[in-house]
């Protein structure tokens, strides 16, 4: 009986140390996931995808950049195929008398036509083609109490036309063969290319920016590595001089200057944190970064140009590409159209 309970009790111990280890152990993972969690490793790529998803300004560019060449489209809506259609009925009716014998006291008059119009341009030109059928009806002589004997035979049925018209015409004098119509054109198309390109330049300018602060943070972060260094070896120094001078070797004057020198690095790295510091909260502010986010220290920035820089295809290609040099130059051409 006492054997089964010492296994019994053993058995409990063991089950109770199992448990505080796997509780242990799921602790440690549940806050090495959170840490990771938290901490946020930017790279050039993740820094532009924040800035386009979190700046305000660029949600509203969006709007402007759909509707950039709304003047431009309505323009040229002038300028489509257009489907018209048109109907007209009247009836008329009047009291029996002489006037009226023989038109009748009731006419109808019904029209209704279609066509396609378009003005052209190139040249300005109008012209509209359009066909339909008209139809007359009169009750003269058809009602037999006021018809006499022998002129009910004048009574026709409903009379049907068919007809085929097209109109064309042309400006002389105000927009002479399209002239003002191109030019108005041209300057709606100028102006949207000028909308488009100065939302393109906005956008340009917010991830430059915030790859900016980026780079700055990053730099920021490595000065303050290298101070470190410098004072953790400038330290080692001091110490190696102060045991130096304990032997005879050095004068106490080199272990002052050595202090003064680890004085002046400590101030140095003091500085650097603060700069990195204010250059960190810059970037979040920039970035939406949510406040208890911990930016990783590793970047994948490269420390030696991958290809010298050739600064005359650099400004053949900035002066082909750069918005702003391209908007200043449409609208050069937009005030010289008359």
Not at 26 to 49: D, G, M, N, P, Y
């Given at each position: 009986?006492?054997?089964?309970?010492?296994?019994?009790?053993?058995?409990?111990?063991?089950?109770?140390?199992?448990?505080?280890?796997?509780?242990?152990?799921?602790?440690?993972?549940?806050?090495?996931?959170?840490?990771?969690?938290?901490?946020?490793?930017?790279?050039?790529?993740?820094?532009?995808?924040?800035?386009?998803?979190?700046?305000?300004?660029?949600?509203?560019?969006?709007?402007?950049?759909?509707?950039?060449?709304?003047n431009f489209l309505k323009n040229?809506?002038?300028?489509?195929?257009?489907?018209?259609?048109?109907g007209r009925s009247s009836q008329?009716?009047?009291?029996?008398?002489?006037?009226?014998?023989?038109?009748?006291?009731?006419?109808?008059?019904?029209?209704?036509?279609?066509?396609?119009?378009?003005?052209?341009?190139?040249?300005?030109?109008?012209?509209?083609?359009?066909?339909?059928?008209?139809?007359?009806?009169?009750?003269?002589?058809?009602?037999?109490?006021?018809?006499?004997?022998?002129?009910?035979?004048?009574?026709?049925?409903?009379?049907?036309?068919?007809?085929?018209?097209?109109?064309?015409?042309?400006?002389?004098?105000?927009?002479?063969?399209?002239?003002?119509?191109?030019?108005?054109?041209?300057?709606?198309?100028?102006?949207?290319?000028?909308?488009?390109?100065q939302v393109s330049q906005q956008?340009?300018?917010?991830?430059?920016?915030?790859?900016?602060?980026?780079?700055?943070?990053?730099?920021?972060?490595?000065?303050?590595?290298?101070?470190?260094?410098?004072?953790?070896?400038?330290?080692?120094?001091?110490?190696?001089?102060?045991?130096?001078?304990?032997?005879?070797?050095?004068?106490?004057?080199?272990?002052?200057?050595?202090?003064?020198?680890?004085?002046?690095?400590?101030?140095?790295?003091?500085?650097?944190?603060?700069?990195?510091?204010?250059?960190?909260?810059?970037?979040?502010?920039?970035?939406?970064?949510?406040?208890?986010?911990?930016?990783?220290?590793?970047?994948?920035?490269?420390?030696?140009?991958?290809?010298?820089?050739?600064?005359?295809?650099?400004?053949?290609?900035?002066?082909?590409?750069?918005?702003?040099?391209?908007?200043?130059?449409?609208?050069?051409?937009?005030?010289?159209?008359?």
């Amino acid at each position: 009986m006492e054997n089964k309970f010492k296994n019994w009790k053993q058995r409990i111990l063991k089950f109770q140390r199992l448990s505080l280890f796997l509780l242990g152990n799921l602790i440690l993972l549940s806050s090495t996931l959170f840490a990771e969690s938290s901490t946020l490793k930017l790279t050039t790529e993740e820094t532009v995808k924040r800035a386009l998803e979190s700046n305000y300004n660029l949600q509203n560019l969006r709007y402007e950049l759909a509707k950039s060449d709304t003047n431009f489209l309505k323009n040229d809506s002038k300028y489509s195929w257009r489907l018209v259609a048109d109907g007209r009925s009247s009836q008329s009716i009047l009291p029996f008398n002489q006037a009226n014998f023989f038109t009748g006291t009731k006419i109808s008059d019904d029209t209704i036509k279609g066509g396609i119009e378009k003005v052209l341009q190139t040249t300005g030109t109008y012209f509209k083609i359009e066909a339909g059928s008209r139809r007359f009806d009169s009750n003269a002589f058809e009602n037999p109490s006021t018809t006499p004997a022998g002129f009910s035979s004048l009574g026709i049925p409903p009379l049907y036309t068919g007809f085929v018209r097209a109109t064309i015409s042309q400006d002389l004098l105000k927009n002479s063969f399209g002239y003002k119509g191109r030019n108005e054109v041209k300057i709606l198309e100028s102006q949207a290319e000028i909308v488009k390109n100065q939302v393109s330049q906005q956008i340009s300018s917010v991830i430059v920016e915030s790859l900016v602060d980026f780079w700055d943070y990053s730099i920021k972060t490595q000065a303050v590595k290298t101070y470190k260094q410098l004072v953790e070896n400038t330290r080692n120094i001091r110490n190696l001089t102060a045991r130096k001078q304990s032997l005879g070797l050095s004068e106490s004057f080199e272990v002052n200057q050595w202090n003064a020198l680890l004085a002046q690095a400590q101030n140095q790295l003091e500085t650097a944190q603060v700069q990195k510091e204010e250059s960190k909260r810059k970037l979040i502010r920039s970035l939406k970064i949510p406040d208890d986010t911990t930016l990783s220290e590793e970047t994948n920035l490269l420390e030696e140009l991958t290809e010298k820089p050739e600064y005359t295809k650099d400004l053949e290609y900035a002066y082909k590409h750069r918005a702003d040099f391209l908007n200043a130059l449409k609208q050069k051409k937009s005030r010289k159209q008359p």
